[in-house]
């Protein structure tokens, strides 16, 4: 195990060759990719940071490099933060995905017109709070100017998730007096909120430690860690036990962090759309609108028919996670979901729920084995008119198996084959593999994406090929992990190796932790992942105990400190 | 409504409403204070190449148009058509022919560190700030077919400072146009009052950043830093109310119903709001540089045009890689030539905006291009270049001048030296050397 960041490819691509690219896919005569000190190609490398064992000394922390928060973040706390009364709205700057997760920090970099975006984000905020001032600051019994000392304090505090620094309180009291002098109480507090929600102190989750260590490792606050903790399981700021625990120290005794995790994870309605979104990124899915299909072969593939399988993901998602044995072999292989109306029938259900309802159901476990089998996921991966093997297995790979997968040399669409009219998928998957060099990267790829061809480019299930024949959904891991490499029929089969793979164990924890932290693969640190990949197979790829085990890490709890370029 | 919009501009500032309206009547006319035209740089992107074999005109003044060209007939004497103009920092970028082309087609810089966000800046963004304008935006730049762009992430501030593109009209029109109705005087809203306190607020906010910083990283410091400093340039801006030509007008936003600007099949639609919207912010001098780029490569159908694409592909981006095998072109030329009425449009727009004697094309810098040459070999070799605008006398149109082999970077170093500068190399000094005569 360790940190998984390999190439799969030949060393020559598809035409021309590619240099310095060498891999187990070809290299390795037994075909295993066990990843063993993280993998034994020139590219396992991570750029730009030299050894990956290096930077952790002895204490397993990992990099963290500074993160703003996300869009989604931004409106999950502005509502928490006013308790509702206001609508964020939508002109807070997107997040880009950048290294698969929208909380890297690269993807959240503040451009000139994120700028104002983020101004004006904040002034519509300011705007909904000097409008219904009364529902936003309880001033019973106070007088004004007392009312706004205290509820500054408060706001700032819970908008800083730390106790405010000498100076702080008075610069937005400054503000304050300047807004109420000219146009009374209300304007006073809602250009405080203004200031506060442009604030660095706000914006970024600010992780300055409490000193270090040892050499560069410092040891997070107690009221950042919760913050670590709340933005990764909830989105949003810490909730008031969470804050009150990490003002009284507790939080500084890991059985107490666990005890939080754990009753944060059971508050589903704030952690579930949090966790969701990791699934959703993990995957790569990020929404297939109707028109991304092609409406001559698609036309049922309608915008209703696109939110309910978008729905139908997080709902299949939330069902494994809940399920009390919420695992990685559950997510790939539990037939068991939850259908709307319009899933019921596309599915074709006999029983249809109420429109609007949302009913557990088992599905056939030959057609719909996890989450390989969603219709959602297999829509994503598709193109618009083909089921494209090439992406379905690219994604197994770039994901489950944590490859690497260089791009293709610019000139392999230019140099790429002929097919015939009417050809199926496996038949123009035969012809690219023996065409030229292709088959030198394709071989890790198409194979795969073979074993989903009973889905068609909706996600929905089909006996019968573009030819008229029964489909064929045979499909081969090359060069993978040993439990996982060789030939399988169809994504049941696929889906049991995957989770019976250690290396998948291993990869998805990879991922989880990536995620926690906005990392890049090449700022996975062996020394920090390896120990949470071992409790995580130890546990029996149990999703709720890898996030205890992380919250609990050092590779959670400290912060090595990135290098300047 | 000239007035209008340029009271609209005060409204944003971080002067506010305490700037009263009798201070607007006593504003300048067309003209910066400064001697010489006011020059203007907007870059025009479409996607995925072109037919380059014909693409070119013939001859050298007075060219004659290929058919892709064709549509820029009407406005051939505002037009510079430039062959041979490569682009090799494409070739060494290394991660696919989209992202090497598209992130490159104005950095001419590939990224050299360990994230894949070319180097920059793009040519825009180093025009915006040598002009530094008095204006509201420092550049405008829209996204026609949704903002998401990820492969072509062409704009770039700075190294690791990408430049996002607005890709919703309505919201576009929003900022640029709306709010004007009410009086902000004797009766501001919420949010115009808010506005007028936009100064207070951001001295707030430098100085949190500055107390911030010290007890971080180093590496934590330079985001920070890089943050403070998009509130600095953004406070600049705020104070900024350009001068409006007397064309400035608030445009019409006219959408059907059912229209998503993320959908690639209403490009069409997006197309032209997006044009007149820009034109018009270049009127009311709401910003002097501009990019309009198309972000819909893949697989757009183009079905206003009844062509026939993709045909039997499963998308537009494999027609175009299937070309050599077409027969036919027919349906794909009719595409590129799409692009080519869109710039004419864009051009003719631009030339009905007054600016003292005649119109700010006359003093302003259009580029025209695709990130690729070839759309079927993803070459950058031979890039589709065309020129329009005078350039405020510099630039002589309705000519055809081969470049035989100029890098973009060079080029781009010409237009630099056009804005005033004296510049002998832009992007990667590797991919140049010195401007060329055009």
Redesign the interface.
């Known amino acids: 195990m360790g940190a998984l960041v390999w190439a799969v490819c030949a060393g020559t691509g598809c035409y021309g060759g590619r240099d310095g690219i060498d891999g187990p896919g070809q290299a390795d005569g037994d075909g295993g990719t066990d990843g063993e000190d993280g993998g034994d190609g020139p590219d396992d490398e ?4 030299g050894d990956p064992a290096d930077g952790c000394g002895g204490m397993a922390a990992g990099l963290a ?2 993160r ?1 928060m996300t869009a989604v973040q931004y409106a999950n706390t502005v509502e928490d933060l006013f308790d509702g009364v206001v609508t964020p709205g939508t ?1 807070f ?2 997040s ?2 950048h290294h698969e997760y929208t909380n890297n ?2 993807a959240n ?8 975006d983020i ?2 984000a904040a ?2 905020a ?2 909904q709070v ?2 219904n001032v009364d529902l936003v600051v309880d001033c019973a019994g106070m007088a004004e100017a007392a009312c706004a000392e205290a509820y500054v304090s408060d706001l700032a505090e819970r908008a800083f998730r730390r106790p405010l ?1 000498p ?2 309180h008075a ?2 009291m ?2 304050y007096a ?2 109420s002098a ?2 009374g109480f209300a ?1 006073g507090i ?2 405080v909120v ?2 506060i929600l ?4 706000f914006l ?1 989750l ?3 430690g409490v000193g270090e260590v040892e050499a560069d490792v410092l040891q997070l606050s107690d009221f950042e860690l919760a913050t670590r903790i709340s933005y990764l399981l909830t989105d949003s700021m810490p909730d008031d036990e969470l804050y009150a625990a990490a003002a009284s120290g507790e939080l500084a005794d890991p059985d107490v962090i666990e005890t939080h995790v754990r009753r944060l994870i059971a508050d589903t309605a704030r952690s579930g759309p949090a966790l969701d979104r990791f699934f959703r990124e993990w995957i790569h899915f990020d929404g297939v ?1 109707a ?2 299909k092609d409406t001559d072969d698609f036309p049922q593939y309608d915008d209703a028919l696109a939110a309910s399988m978008d729905a139908e993901l997080s709902q299949f998602v939330a069902r494994v996670l809940t399920s009390g044995e919420p695992t990685l072999d559950q997510l790939l292989t539990s037939p068991s979901t939850r259908v709307d109306a319009t899933m019921a029938a596309f599915y074709g259900l006999a029983n249809v729920p109420a429109d609007g309802q949302w009913v557990d159901v088992d599905l056939p476990a030959e057609q719909r084995p996890g989450l390989l089998s969603r219709p959602a996921f297999l829509a994503e991966h598709s ?4 089921s494209a093997p090439i992406f379905r297995g690219r994604l197994v790979r770039t994901q489950l198996l944590c490859n690497e997968i260089p ?2 040399p ?2 392999a ?2 140099n ?1 084959p ?1 097919y015939p ?1 009417g050809a199926t998928e496996r038949e123009r998957t035969e012809i690219l593999m023996a065409h030229m060099n292709c088959g030198a990267c394709h071989a890790v790829m198409n194979p795969i994406g073979l074993g989903f061809e009973h889905y068609d480019p909706i996600g929905a299930w089909r006996d019968l090929d573009i030819d008229g024949q029964p489909v064929d959904a045979s499909g081969e891991v090359v060069g993978g992990p040993d439990e996982v490499t060789g030939t399988f029929d169809g994504v049941v089969e696929l889906g049991t190796k995957l989770a019976a793979s250690p290396e998948v164990e291993a990869c998805f924890a990879q991922e989880f932790y990536r995620h926690s932290l906005g990392l ?1 693969r ?1 700022q996975v640190l062996d020394c920090a992942i390896e120990p949470l990949q071992t409790a995580f197979v130890e546990s029996g790829g149990n999703v709720e105990e890898l996030l205890v085990s992380l919250a609990r890490s050092n590779a959670f709890r400290l912060r090595a ?5 | 409504m000239a007035r209008a919009l340029s009271r609209r501009n005060l409204l944003r500032g971080a002067g506010g409403v305490a700037v009263a309206l009798p201070f607007l009547e006593s504003m300048p006319g067309a003209r910066a204070g400064g001697a010489g035209p006011t020059l203007r740089y907007l870059q025009f992107m479409h996607v995925q190449g072109t037919l380059i074999n014909e693409w070119a005109p013939t001859g050298g003044t007075d060219p004659s148009l290929s058919a892709i060209l064709a549509p820029l007939e009407g406005v051939k004497d505002r037009c510079v058509f430039l062959s041979g103009v490569d682009n090799p920092s494409a ?1 060494d970028y ?4 989209h ?2 082309s598209g992130r490159t087609i104005f950095t001419c810089a590939p990224n050299s ?3 894949d ?1 070319p180097d920059g800046p793009s040519i825009d963004q180093v025009i915006a700030e040598r002009l530094a304008a008095p204006t509201p935006y ?1 550049s405008l730049q829209f996204g026609i077919g949704g ?1 998401g762009i ?1 492969e072509y992430q062409a704009l770039m ?1 700075g190294p ?5 593109l ?1 890709g919703d009209p309505i ?1 576009v029109f929003d ?1 640029l146009f709306a709010d004007l109705d009410s009086d902000p005087v004797s009766a501001p809203t ?2 115009q ?3 007028s ?2 100064q ?2 951001l001295d ?2 430098k ?3 500055d ?3 010290a ?6 410091q ?3 830093d ?2 403070a400093d ?2 600095r ?2 406070e600049t ?1 705020l104070g900024n109310t350009g001068n409006a030509t007397v064309s400035c007008t608030t445009p019409t936003v006219d959408v059907p119903a059912g229209y ?1 600007n ?4 209403q490009d069409d639609t997006s197309s032209r709001v997006f044009i007149d919207l820009m034109v018009m912010a270049l009127a009311c001098d709401m910003t002097r540089v501009g990019t309009l780029q198309y972000t819909n490569y893949h ?1 757009p159908s183009y079905p206003w045009l009844n062509a026939g694409v993709p045909g ?1 592909f ?2 537009w981006h494999s027609m175009v ?1 299937e070309i050599p ?1 077409l027969g036919d072109v027919t349906p794909v030329r009719t595409v590129y030539r799409w692009y080519m009425e869109e710039l004419a449009y864009l051009l003719e727009q631009l030339s009905l905006v007054q600016d003292g004697e005649g119109s700010i094309l006359d003093n302003m810098l259009v580029l025209s291009t695709s990130e690729l040459a070839n759309g ?3 070459s950058t070799n031979g890039l589709p270049f065309v020129l329009a605008g005078g350039v405020g006398g510099q630039l002589t149109t309705n000519r055809h001048v081969d470049l035989a082999g100029a890098r973009s970077g060079e080029v781009f170093t010409t237009f630099l030296n056009w804005f005033g500068g004296n510049d002998q190399v832009f992007g990667n000094p590797a991919y140049c050397n010195g401007p060329v005569s055009i």
């Open positions: 991570p750029m730009g940071s490099p500074m703003r002109q700057p997107p880009e995905i920090p690269t970099v503040v451009s000139l017109s994120a700028a104002e101004m004006l002034e519509q300011a705007e000097v409008d620094r100076g702080e610069q937005l400054d503000l300047a807004g000219e146009d304007d809602g250009t203004a200031a442009q604030m660095p102190q970024y600010l992780e300055e609108p028109f991304d193109t618009a008119t083909s791009p293709p610019d000139d669409m230019a790429a002929e009219p890049e090449s400190l990135s290098e300047v370029e | 070739n290394g991660v696919n022919g992202v090497n560190g360990n994230n966000l420092r903002s990820g501030a690791q400072d990408p430049v996002p607005d919201a900022q919420t949010l009052r808010l506005r306190r936009r207070s607020v707030v906010i100085d949190s950043f107390s911030t910083r007890n971080l990283s180093a590496a934590d330079i985001t920070l890089n943050h998009k509130i340039a953004l801006q998503d993320n959908d690639q099949n697989s039997a499963p998308e890689h095998n079927a070999s993803h």
